[in-house]
Nanobody, 123 residues
Framework: QVQLVESGGGLVQAGGSLRLTCAAS????????MAWFRQAPGKEREFVAA????????YYASSVKGRFTISTDNTKDTVYLQMNSLKPEDTAVYYC????????????????WGQGTQVTVSS
C-alpha cells in the first residue's frame, strides 16, 4: 500500500522558514516524479515544486522560485520542501504527490497523494 505522509507544517511569521517532510512507503519511487502542491482556501490546487526522485533537475512555480527548495533523501525515502522567506500568500495546505511519468505541473498526472499539512504565515 503506497503512502505519502507529510509533516512539518505550522504557524510562522512572514520572513520565517519551515521545512516540510514527505515520508514515502509502499513501493520503489526511484523512477518517480515527486512534487509539492498547495491549496489555499477558496482557490484551486496549484503546483509548487517537483523533481524526479533521482536526478538533479528541479522545477518551481515562479511564485516560489529562489525561496523554496525541493530535495530527496534516498536513504530515508523522504522528500523535503525547504521554504524560506515565507510570505502570507504562501498560506495553504501543502500536499506531497508522486507520479510515474515525467515531471509535470499538472496535478492529474500524479497518482499518489498525501493528506496534506497546513502552513500558515502571519504578517
Amino acid at each position: 500500500q503506497v503512502q505519502l505522509v507529510e509533516s512539518g507544517g505550522g504557524l510562522v511569521q512572514a520572513g520565517g522558514s519551515l521545512r516540510l517532510t514527505c515520508a514515502a512507503s509502499g513501493r520503489t519511487f526511484s523512477s518517480y516524479a515527486m512534487a509539492w502542491f498547495r491549496q489555499a482556501p477558496g482557490k484551486e490546487r496549484e503546483f509548487v515544486a517537483a523533481r524526479r526522485w533521482s536526478g538533479p533537475s528541479t522545477y518551481y512555480a515562479s511564485s516560489v522560485k529562489g525561496r523554496f527548495t525541493i530535495s530527496t533523501d534516498n536513504t530515508k525515502d523522504t522528500v523535503y520542501l525547504q521554504m524560506n522567506s515565507l510570505k502570507p500568500e504562501d498560506t495553504a495546505v501543502y500536499y506531497c504527490a508522486a507520479g510515474p511519468l515525467s515531471v509535470t505541473t499538472r496535478s492529474d498526472e500524479y497518482d499518489y497523494w498525501g493528506q496534506g499539512t497546513q502552513v500558515t504565515v502571519s504578517s
